[in-house]
């Protein structure tokens, strides 16, 4: 029983769920990596939930399936499906001790004795509550009974790890623990994890792949470097960090590259998304960091109006204006620089990738 | 100082209670030690009288089965019925409620003659199992226990779906989904998981309905007919028939005493399964 199980695929293919007419989930696809951690990322009520509750198998989807190493499993109901789930308030059996819960799906398998001790010991032992057996979850804190309710899903071995927003009761520090404990667990078990958070710093931490939601549909599925650098839509832009936006209009395309006037003043060369013709308003997205100062005017510069300088730890933000009204935050490491208040031009940092919307006037 | 302030609220309420509930219970206390009817002789006679006769034991035993046989057919229909209400809509929960707090806006005396025209041998059962062949003769119900028990069962059915599903409902929904997922047949689910927790409810509701249906006089009376003798039917033939008040005290305090005895059971149980509810 030591031995890891290999991770599985999970293929969520074209998954539309609906409640009456409204539609929860619409034509979601996932293709998820054996042994891969994917967060499901979004506001409140975009579907993550209904998203892994039928992947579970606690709701049925309108069309669209779902499979585990390329089998559908979509025929199945939810106590055939060997799929784990800790809920976001861990639904422990409160009438339980804590090594019944873990038992529980092992007698639930027809498993029996010293195989049941050996293997509740084993998972708990792994999320160190050795000690706290015979408890009753309401005698476990809150991040106890989370450990709990992940060895209960563990101890039967799932195929599939799903959890829905389980650090969210936890207060920062515990949910950092968890956040690494969980990630350490899902390593050695090899566990195909998808994890629902609307908590962003923690989907960049745990996630190897970040599938970004709303209103029911995944806007973007990639890397978290990937969807920071390179967000697809104005939505995941907005969603995910803080960002700078500037209007401007396409003055030139030259194949893959666009010459942007700004209207705040400057004149940028930057990759062209597909579907752009010269004259078309655009909007300009840029990370707070990938901003400069400078006391140099020219043509990739422009003026600023500058407000607060804040310290903020090792970082200074720089609130700005600039000459069409639109605000700016430009973060830097921070260090004395004499001609600070010189500086009133900004510009695009060296390794900066700005990125570029169509914009509806 | 302010606890004590709060104490003395409660003052008016316990006196009333004592006034009206405490007083008579010590009056009929007194009235069982009496040997004659007119109550001038004291004495242990009547006492004697209902514990030397083997009929009592009888008449105690049936009243108290009746009981049992009441509970357990309002757990078989009514535990069942509180799983569907649970799955129900909202919109059809709101009709579901109606339905089971229907016998309680009735008055006993309609939903006790509506029960004899539907057992009576041209009654609706009758008709519809001769009509459908499953009978030659019709049944006799009226007056039998079997026809007592089932519309004791219908009659006290509120007072053991309103705290099941009161319990039921908080009840946190992500349990069942735990369970399944963790492998659990819903025939399991049900027995370790909800069964468990949805005890306190059970429980209160077999005290209520236990307590209700041995002292349901009118029911057993009207539609068990005087051949079926139950405690309450003994204490209106001598209290009010042959005007034996000591000896009806004394059967009183027997059914007083009986029933406690069986409902403290059963909550002593409930307080041992009981507080899970809110995970
Ligand atoms: N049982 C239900 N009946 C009807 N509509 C529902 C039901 N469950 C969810 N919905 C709706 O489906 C949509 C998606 O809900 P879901 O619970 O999946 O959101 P979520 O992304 O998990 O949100 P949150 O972050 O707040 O948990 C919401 O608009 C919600 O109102
Ligand atoms: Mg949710």
């Known amino acids: 029983m030591q031995s890891t199980p290999a991770g599985r695929t999970l293929d969520v293919e074209d998954l539309t769920v609906r409640y009456g007419q409204a539609l929860a989930v619409d034509g979601v696809t996932l293709a998820i990596e054996p042994g891969e951690v994917v967060a499901l990322l979004g506001p409140s009520g975009c579907g993550k939930t209904t998203l892994l509750r039928v992947i579970a198998g606690f709701v049925r989807q309108a ?35 804590v090594a019944e819960n873990v038992a529980y799906g092992l007698h639930a398998r027809g498993m029996r004795g010293p195989e049941v001790l050996a293997q509740v010991s084993r998972f708990l ?72 958070t609307h908590d962003q710093d923690e989907a960049m931490s745990v996630a ?23 967000p697809q839509t104005l939505f995941v832009n907005g969603f995910i960090g803080t960002t700078n936006l500037l209007n401007g209009r396409v003055a030139a395309l030259d194949g893959g590259t666009a010459t942007v006037a700004l209207d705040a003043g400057a004149t940028l060369r930057l990759p062209a ?61 921070r260090r004395a620089s004499p001609a600070d208040a010189a500086r009133i031009y900004c510009m695009l940092a060296a390794d900066a990738h700005p990125t570029l919307f169509p914009r509806s006037t | 100082m302010n606890k004590l302030a709060e104490w003395q609220l409660t003052l008016p309420l316990a006196l009333a209670f004592a006034a009206i509930f405490l007083a008579p219970l010590l009056m009929l206390v007194g009235v069982s030690f009496f040997n004659d ?50 799955d129900a809509p909202q919109r059809l929960q709101k009709v579901l409620i109606f339905i089971i707090v229907m016998p309680l806006l009735l008055s006993v005396v309609v939903r006790t003659f509506a029960w004899i025209v539907v057992l009576g041998r041209e ?78 409810g059970l429980v209160a509701g077999c005290l209520l309905v236990f307590a209700s249906s041995t002292t349901a006089f009118i029911s057993q009376t009207v539609i068990g007919g ?22 009806a005290a004394v059967v009183s305090i027997s059914l007083l005493v009986s029933v406690l005895t069986v409902v403290s059971a059963l909550s002593w149980l409930g307080r041992r399964s009981g507080g899970y509810v809110h995970g």
């Open chain 1, 63 to 97: 069309g669209g399936r779902v499979r585990v190493d390329g089998a559908t499993i979509d025929h199945l109901p939810a106590n055939q499906r060997n799929i784990g789930i800790v809920f976001q308030n861990y639904a422990l059996f409160p009438h339980m001790t």
């Open chain 1, 125 to 196: 032992d792994i999320v160190q509550l050795g000690g706290f057996r015979e408890r009753l979850p309401r005698q476990l804190s809150g991040g106890q009974q989370q450990r709990v309710a992940l060895a209960r899903a563990l101890a039967v071995e799932p195929s599939i790890l799903l959890l829905d927003e389980p650090f969210a009761a936890l207060d920062r520090n515990l949910r950092l623990d968890m956040q690494i404990e969980v990630k350490r667990l899902q390593r050695t078990l090899g566990l195909t994890t998808i994890l629902v």
């Open chain 1, 208 to 230: 190897d792949r970040i599938a970004v939601m709303n209103r029911g549909r995944v806007e973007q599925f990639d890397t978290p470097v990937a969807i920071y650098d390179r």
């Open chain 1, 273 to 333: 998304p597909t579907g752009l013709s010269t004259g078309a308003p655009v909007m300009l997205s840029v990370r707070p960091e990938q901003l400069a100062l400078s006391q140099v005017p020219g043509p990739e510069s422009w003026r600023i109006e500058r407000g607060l300088s804040l310290p903020l730890g090792a970082q200074l933000v720089h609130e700005a204006r600039t000459t069409d009204g639109a605000s700016l935050k430009i973060v830097e490491p």
């Open chain 2, 37 to 86: 009817d007119k109550i001038t002789e004291p004495g242990f006679a009547q006492w004697a009288k209902f514990y030397g006769d083997p009929f009592s034991y009888k008449v105690i035993g049936d009243t108290m089965l009746l009981g049992v046989k009441t509970v357990c057919a309002t757990i078989l229909v009514g535990y069942p019925l509180a799983l569907v209400y649970l």
């Open chain 2, 123 to 200: 009654g609706v059962v009758n008709q519809l199992l001769l009509s459908l062949g499953i009978i030659s003769e019709p049944l006799r119900l009226l007056q039998t226990e079997l026809g007592l028990v089932i519309s004791l069962t219908q009659i006290e059915m509120p007072l053991m779906l309103l705290p099941l599903i009161s319990v039921m409902s908080r009840l946190d929904p992500n349990l069942r989904d735990a369970s399944a997922a963790l492998g659990a047949s819903r025939w399991r689910t049900l027995f370790t998981v909800i069964v468990p927790l949805s005890m306190p």
């Open chain 2, 226 to 247: 005087v051949r079926l003798i139950y405690l309450p039917l003994l204490i209106w033939q001598q209290s009010l028939v042959v005007f034996n008040w000591p000896f």
